[in-house]
């Protein structure tokens, strides 16, 4: 059972940086398929980026492209979610989550961070 812990949220304003950070409790973590997603008040959660075992296949939404980079670290369990050129429609609560490998179900969660950007 992977346990993910996220960290970093905050408030920011508008065009500053943030960068998140999603511990896993295994070292099996190394092989999972790690992603962000997030949920804004009222609306249903959304896709962010994800990242496969090796550090690529990387995918991210539209609307981060060119703004945001996630990246890992196998070494620190770690996986992280750079955050540049905010704005306050991304303004939501952010979710780190693993799932085996590509097509499979996202059966891990965190219990997620909040991001506040202020315009």
């Known amino acids: 059972q992977v346990q993910l812990v996220e960290s970093g949220g905050g408030l920011v304003q508008a065009g500053g940086s943030l960068r998140l950070s999603c511990a896993a409790s295994?070292?099996?973590?190394?092989?999972?398929?790690m992603g962000w997603f997030r949920q804004a008040p009222g609306k249903e959660r959304e896709f962010v980026a994800s990242?496969?075992?090796?550090?690529?296949?990387?995918a991210y939404a539209n609307s981060v492209k060119g703004r945001f980079t996630i990246s890992r670290d196998n070494a620190k369990n770690t996986v992280y979610l750079q955050m540049n050129s905010l704005k306050p429609e991304d303004t939501a609560v952010y979710y780190c989550a693993a799932r085996l490998s590509l097509g499979a179900k996202w059966d891990y969660w965190g219990q997620g961070t909040q991001v506040t950007v202020s315009s």
């Open positions: 295994e070292r099996t973590f190394r092989s999972y398929v």
């Open positions: 990242i496969t075992w090796n550090g690529g296949p990387i």
